[in-house]
């Protein structure tokens, strides 16, 4: 079967969940961690390269200040327990977003945890923390900016290829595959740029009940379609017509 190099994941749905069984939104948050835990040891066994998880996004600072603080004690409490799960499976950490808006606290915890696991050589697992797309692509093209006015790079220089090299994501591969869970069918400012090719796949269960058998059946629906890419696709066809 054909697995994605890479999947990139929308966990959405934590809130409603808890909120549907008379809970806290924290609860539906602790048990999305559970989630992960679950996602991630199985991503691994699968033998998919890249995962990237939208954890906390630049809009989600809108939120009650309770309900962030908890998220940011969450996110420091889940670094400090998974440090060792994740050296014991091979995985390194990574993270895209605007860091500086993090809490020292877990800034700190994520840079410990990232040097902890930097020579690890299986998976690489992305936390998209305090991350929003269009601010990723401004803040690259203000840095393009910034070495073409210092003149080390030339306006003809900058191209696709050059771009992506200042987003984010520059170290790793475009997501093959992007589920969302809670039965929303949007991107919410998720990776636009690196989207673009990418195939989507849409689950109604909140992301708490988001289990193995579900993301088996994500990777099931991806192995069956063709992914064209456009002008390759015509040349795959082109070539199918020369050799008769």
Not at 42 to 54: D, H, K, R
């Amino acid at each position: 079967m054909e697995l994605p190099q890479h999947l990139a994941i929308i966990m959405d749905g934590n809130g409603r969940w808890a909120q549907a069984r008379g809970l806290p939104r924290i609860a539906g948050h602790q048990q999305g961690v559970r989630t992960v835990r679950e996602v991630v040891k199985y991503c691994v066994a699968a033998g998919i390269a890249y995962l990237t998880l939208y954890a906390f996004s630049s809009e989600n600072w809108r939120r009650p200040k309770e309900e962030v603080e908890a998220l940011m004690s969450l996110l420091a409490t889940y670094l400090d327990n998974e440090t060792e799960l994740l050296t014991r499976n091979g995985i390194r950490l990574n993270v895209i977003g605007d860091m500086t808006k993090l809490p020292d606290n877990v800034v700190t915890m994520l840079r410990k945890t990232m040097a902890a696991t930097a020579t690890n050589g299986g998976m690489v697992l992305t936390l998209a923390l305090s991350y929003g797309a269009r601010d990723e692509i401004v803040r690259a093209t203000r840095r393009i900016a910034a070495d073409v006015a210092a003149g080390r790079l030339a306006v003809e220089q900058v191209d696709e290829d050059v771009f992506a090299t200042y987003l984010d994501s520059a170290d790793i591969p475009s997501p093959d595959l992007l589920i969302r869970t809670s039965g929303e069918m949007r991107i919410s400012n998720f990776l636009l740029w690196q989207l673009a090719y990418a195939e989507l796949y849409f689950c109604s269960c909140y992301w708490p009940e988001f289990d193995v058998e579900q993301l088996q059946s994500a990777l099931d629906d991806y192995a069956g379609r063709c992914r064209r890419f456009g002008a390759i696709e015509a040349a795959r066809a082109e070539e199918k017509e020369n050799s008769h």
